[in-house]
């Protein structure tokens, strides 16, 4: 297949796009090189932008909780997270597959975390379910900020509703929110 080429030509000092005898160029050179331009212009403009368009994190203990991070990213990173749903979850023989193995095998859909204030404080509201059966098992995990203290709601065919850790009514609310 022959595709014409288009090239910036300077001509009486201004640079013109004009057509160039057609050529052999393959769809898949075309493709390369738009994306090769596409992505190289993309990242430079993207380290352009100013890093103060960033919300500010501020290490007072008033400062709003994280959120928009996903379960696998918090459970890898942060060793508090991580060791208290190890303890939430330690020793339940009574729960699917897929939720024993949240900490060492992603084998679930997640969304986003969310930020919840209640009258406690402000919370880290996560949602993961069963790939196989989103709409029919799916779990609601709740941290604190401090990422010490964890709550969750399990919804599965199985076994029906299981509230794990003793939330307060507040607590438990949010782990009924609609959502992943």
Request: glycine share 6%; proline share 8%.
């Given at each position: 297949?022959?595709?014409a ?9 201004e ?10 160029i ?15 212009v993309?990242s ?20 709003a909780v994280?959120y ?10 942060s ?6 749903l190890?303890a ?19 084998r679930?859909v ?5 930020a919840?204030?209640?009258p ?5 509201l ?10 029919n098992?799916?779990?609601r ?39 992943i």
């Amino acid at each position: 297949m022959k595709l014409a080429a288009w090239a910036p030509i300077r001509r009486d000092g201004e640079f013109r796009m004009t057509e160039l005898p057609p050529c052999q160029i393959s769809r898949r050179r075309v493709i390369t090189r738009f994306l090769t331009t596409f992505l190289f212009v993309g990242s430079v403009f993207s380290q352009a932008l100013p890093v103060s368009a960033q919300p500010a994190q501020t290490s007072e203990p008033t400062a709003a909780v994280t959120y928009g991070r996903s379960l696998a990213q918090v459970v890898a990173t942060s060793h508090e997270h991580r060791q208290a749903l190890v303890a939430l979850l330690r020793g339940r023989k009574d729960l699917p597959d897929w939720v024993r193995s949240l900490i060492t095998n992603a084998r679930y859909v997640t969304g986003v975390s969310r930020a919840v204030k209640l009258p406690e404080g402000a919370f880290e509201l996560f949602g993961a379910c069963d790939p196989r059966n989103c709409p029919n098992s799916h779990i609601r995990i709740l941290f604190s900020p401090d990422g010490r203290h964890v709550w969750a709601r399990l919804i599965d065919p199985k076994d029906g509703q299981q509230i794990l850790g003793a939330p307060s009514a507040d607590q438990l609310q949010a782990l009924m929110m609609p959502g992943i």
